[in-house]
Nanobody
Framework: QVQLVESGGGLVQAGGSLRLSCAAS????????MGWFRQAPGKEREFVAA???????YFANSVRGRFTISREDAKNTVLLQMYNLKPEDTAVYYC???????????????????WGQGTQVTVSS
């Protein structure tokens, strides 16, 4: 079992930055591919970014060039650095852990086994 806890969300103006952190416990994340998803009110959960066990990354088109994802296995932590935030980035952001055989499958929520409770990100215009 892996427990995931997200932090770092908040209210920020458009153009601002936030860094989300996902702290894992129970097992080391070095055995897992890690992803970030988000869900806005009335919308389905959508893929944001993923980082594989070897460090390879993959981003949704909507955030590519603005967000970065990194992992610190020694600290059992995954980070999502968000720059140039837009109002459409407003959502609850979730961290997930799983085993993704194909990086293209990283966009599928069902691939992930463990999920955090989420952290709210609100971007004002």
């Amino acid at each position: 079992q892996v427990q995931l806890v997200e932090s770092g969300g908040g209210l920020v103006q458009a153009g601002g930055s936030l860094r989300l952190s996902c702290a894992a416990s129970g097992r080391t994340i070095s055995s897992y591919d890690m992803g970030w998803f988000r869900q806005a009110p009335g919308k389905e959960r959508e893929f944001v970014a993923a980082i594989g066990r070897s460090g390879g990354t993959y981003f949704a088109n909507s955030v590519r060039g603005r967000f970065t994802i990194s992992r610190e296995d020694a600290k059992n932590t995954v980070l999502l650095q968000m720059y140039n935030l837009k109002p459409e980035d407003t959502a609850v952001y979730y961290c997930a852990a799983g085993n993704v055989r194909n990086i293209l499958a990283a966009v599928v929520p069902g691939i992930y086994t463990y999920w955090g409770q989420g952290t709210q990100v609100t971007v004002s215009s």
